[in-house]
């Protein structure tokens, strides 16, 4: 499968600078399966391509890209922190019913970011081209859209009534 990272690195981070001098020195190594671009990018194109986003974000109040990246039927793995929590769920397979959108991760290290992708890589192994396409569906139609609330908060306010009672 493909996948693309997103997220920022900090300035003064020390720790996100040696991940982005890893990344990049993996594209260097793998320069046939690995491209790194450090910065800000329009990705919608590559997403169209990719079967996975990766956002292992420290922090993420809300989170567009994991929206981005369902509604290109992407997958996301994701540090599940802020917006990223409320909008991934797990995907599982049951039977003929799929459920979930992605991956997440508690801890910000490593070995929990690697297993969340581990578990995708198990997914892609064991499903089939009929379950993958069912969980690609799933996950275009988990993007959330404001105009559903606002709808919902329309049709319950004209469903409130007020009573008032003359005695």
């Known amino acids: 499968?493909?996948?693309?990272?997103?997220?920022?690195?900090?300035?003064r981070d020390?720790?996100?600078?040696?991940?982005?001098?890893?990344?990049?020195?993996?594209?260097?190594?793998?320069?046939?399966?690995?491209?790194?671009?450090?910065g800000f990018l329009d990705v919608s194109i590559s997403?169209?391509?990719?079967?996975v986003f990766l956002m292992p974000s420290m922090y993420e109040p809300g989170g567009i890209s994991q929206l981005e990246a369902f509604a290109c039927g992407c997958f996301v793995v994701a540090r599940a922190t802020g917006g990223l929590r409320d909008t991934v769920h797990p995907l599982r397979i049951k039977g003929r019913f799929t459920e979930?959108?992605?991956?997440?991760?508690?801890?910000?290290?490593?070995?929990s970011f690697y297993d969340a992708m581990a578990r995708c890589a198990a997914f892609f192994k064991q499903a089939n081209e009929a379950q993958i396409?069912?969980?690609?569906?799933?996950?275009?139609?988990?993007?959330?859209?404001?105009?559903?609330?606002?709808?919902?908060?329309?049709?319950?306010?004209?469903?409130?009534?007020?009573?008032?009672?003359i005695e």
């Open 1 to 11: 499968f493909q996948g693309i990272i997103g997220g920022p690195v900090p300035s």
């Open 47 to 51: 997403l169209l391509g990719s079967d």
């Open 133 to 165: 396409y069912k969980a690609r569906c799933k996950a275009g139609s988990s993007v959330y859209y404001w105009d559903r609330s606002a709808r919902e908060y329309i049709k319950e306010i004209y469903a409130l009534k007020e009573i008032i009672r």
């Open 14 to 38: 020390q720790r996100g600078e040696e991940l982005a001098h890893g990344l990049i020195q993996t594209g260097n190594y793998y320069p046939e399966s690995v491209s790194v671009t450090i």
């Open 100 to 111: 979930g959108n992605g991956f997440l991760f508690v801890d910000f290290t490593p070995q």
